[in-house]
């Protein structure tokens, strides 16, 4: 694509291509392998609880940096398939959310899954390594927030 001026709106190729390649990475975002149990977005919900903290919807939204209705949704799905459960807090407004047993189980499953998965794809990887992504998406991502909240 090019400006109103005739000339790309790139300032350079490399940077064309991080864009593309992040947008590849967001379309896999919610792929689902066949043998996995959960939905993606379950998933993305008991990943939230790795930490054992339970959560108000407020937190589960605010961390998935997606609209209230959409987790809404997503949670009370989670709440129907029996991974997550909603509970009431003496002298607090909001109820809590936390995995269920079935829901801790799923996640296991799944997450091992992924991360064999992981496995192959970096034994695939060449040249780099996972701690290389790792330590250069994490300086991306640090940057890209510092300059977001100063925005």
Known sequence: MQSDAG??????EVYRGLVDELLR???RRNQVDSGAILEASAFAILWLFEDGRPRTLR???????????????????AIKNGYVERYEVPGQVSRLHRPTDAGLAAYEHDGRRRARHLESVFADLAP?????LLRELRAYNDAYERLADDA
């Open 25 to 27: 990475l967001r379309r």
């Open 59 to 77: 937190e589960l939204t605010e961390e998935l940096c997606l609209e209230q209705s959409t987790v809404n949704r997503q949670v009370n799905a």
């Open 7 to 12: 000339d790309s709106i790139w300032s350079s």
């Open 128 to 132: 780099g390594t996972p701690e290389g």
